[in-house]
């Protein structure tokens, strides 16, 4: 079994062509800084290391982070008990948060996943799946059947981009099919609004 965390699992998707927020992995602060600034501020600030599954609990993540409480919370990241490969700068990026997917059953092969993401995921499970290959009367039928569906349709203004969404959807499928030994892949979230969809953060395990 290998596992890639989040900066490896993200650039093996970037390889495969699926859109990555801007980011860049930072031994320092004062290099973290300087990145922040290129990236214009706020930005999000993350742990990485092989030992933190769930960030947020471990109060390892922070997002909408200013350049004037910058040091304070470098220093609190810094101080968070794990082995550390350091610490990712991450453009921050506004919108929906979803979670897609990918999870190899011993019965029907891989199925897709889709879902709302971010902290809620767990607590709402407002999910879809279906057995891969997908189609795209496959992904639109995923969509539609979310509780959410309304509310990425414009609810309050809150429009997502659809197109971008569907082509990440159908990726996710055609990579399945490329990878027999890929068990499961999380990308959550991959934040969406109507101009960009970004994956923020990613796990992918390999059999």
């Known amino acids: 079994m290998r596992v890639l965390t989040e900066y490896i699992a993200e650039l093996f998707l970037e390889k495969e062509g699926f859109p990555i927020v ?11 800084l300087k ?6 501020f706020p930005v999000v600030l993350k742990v990485v290391s092989g030992e933190l599954i769930h960030k947020s609990e471990k109060h390892a993540v922070r997002i909408n982070v200013g350049e004037e409480n910058f040091h304070q919370i470098f220093k609190e990241l810094e101080n968070v008990k794990v082995k550390k490969e350091g610490i990712l700068v991450q453009r921050f990026v506004e919108g929906t948060s979803l979670l897609v997917g990918l999870k190899k059953d011993p019965t029907f092969g891989h199925v897709l ?51 971008k969404l569907e082509e990440i959807m159908l990726k996710l499928s055609k990579l399945a099919e490329r990878y027999s030994n890929l068990e499961e892949l999380d990308i959550n979230p991959l934040i969406i609004n109507e101009k960009e969809a970004k994956v923020v953060d990613a796990r992918i395990v390999f059999g």
């Open 22 to 32: 801007e980011k860049t992995l930072c031994k320092t602060e004062a290099e973290a």
């Open 35 to 40: 990145v922040s600034r290129r990236y214009s």
């Open 113 to 163: 996943a889709v879902g709302l993401g971010g902290v809620y995921t767990e607590l709402i499970k407002d999910i879809s799946l279906r057995i891969v290959p997908v189609t795209k009367k496959d992904v639109k039928e995923m969509l539609e059947e979310l509780k959410c569906y309304k509310v990425l349709q414009g609810y309050r203004g809150e429009k997502i981009n659809f197109e």
